[in-house]
């Protein structure tokens, strides 16, 4: 892992996610995205340090701490395991992956909010959120791939 890149990739995500795409109403979760990212194209050990670093980073721009970490933790490690049992490296269980993990995360986020007396979010902002990064996620993956280098195809064509 190459863990200055990864540095600059979170803060660049984390400053787009705060101030830039903060003005408009659906947005996509870039976190999220990264999350399912490097859960399905790294290892399975620098998947789990780079979910709880990116929840970490989630936090910092969020609401409270510590709800994000924990969930972005914990669904990213599990999908990194996942990942291990079925190859989820097409564009169509990526899709499904984002949406799901984003849904689970915002849920699970809310719950954990909850139990702290913070400010929760809307449910039907939850959905909105998990399927605009569902539909602009896998766009990002091959720029988040070209800046780690780190190759989305294994195995070449042959001719």
Same mark, same amino acid.
């Not at 984390?14 to 003005?23: D, K, M």
């Not at 490097?38 to 709800?67: C, P, R």
């Not at 909850?114 to 959120?129: D, Y």
């Given at each position: 892992?190459?863990?200055?890149?990864?540095?600059?990739?979170?803060?660049?995500?984390?400053?787009?996610?705060?101030?830039?795409?903060?003005?408009?109403?659906?947005?996509?979760?870039?976190?999220?995205?990264?999350?399912?990212?490097?859960?399905?194209?790294?290892?399975?050990?620098?998947?789990?340090?780079?979910?709880?670093?990116?929840?970490?980073?989630?936090?910092?721009?969020? /609401? !409270?701490?510590?709800?994000?970490? %924990?969930?972005? *933790?914990? #669904?990213?490690?599990? &999908?990194?395991? $996942?990942?291990?049992?079925?190859?989820?490296?097409?564009?169509?269980?990526?899709? /499904? !992956?984002?949406?799901?993990?984003? %849904?689970?995360? *915002?849920? #699970?986020?809310?719950? &954990?909010?909850? $139990?702290?007396?913070?400010?929760?979010?809307?449910?039907?902002?939850?959905?909105?959120?998990?399927?605009?990064?569902?539909?602009?996620?896998?766009?990002?993956?091959?720029?988040?791939?070209?800046?780690?280098?780190?190759?989305?195809?294994?195995?070449?064509?042959?001719?």
């Amino acid at each position: 892992m190459r863990w200055i890149r990864f540095a600059v990739l979170i803060c660049l995500a984390a400053i787009a996610q705060a101030s830039v795409l903060s003005n408009y109403t659906l947005k996509p979760d870039l976190l999220i995205i990264m999350v399912v990212f490097f859960a399905v194209f790294s290892t399975t050990n620098d998947a789990i340090i780079t979910s709880f670093l990116i929840g970490f980073v989630a936090d910092l721009i969020g /609401i !409270s701490m510590g709800a994000q970490m %924990i969930s972005f *933790g914990i #669904l990213g490690t599990g &999908l990194s395991y $996942l990942n291990r049992v079925f190859a989820l490296r097409k564009v169509p269980y990526q899709i /499904i !992956s984002i949406i799901v993990i984003a %849904i689970l995360a *915002g849920f #699970l986020t809310n719950i &954990l909010n909850s $139990l702290k007396h913070t400010g929760t979010i809307e449910n039907s902002t939850i959905l909105k959120t998990a399927t605009y990064s569902g539909i602009v996620g896998p766009f990002l993956i091959r720029p988040f791939a070209w800046w780690m280098r780190i190759k989305t195809q294994r195995y070449q064509k042959r001719y």
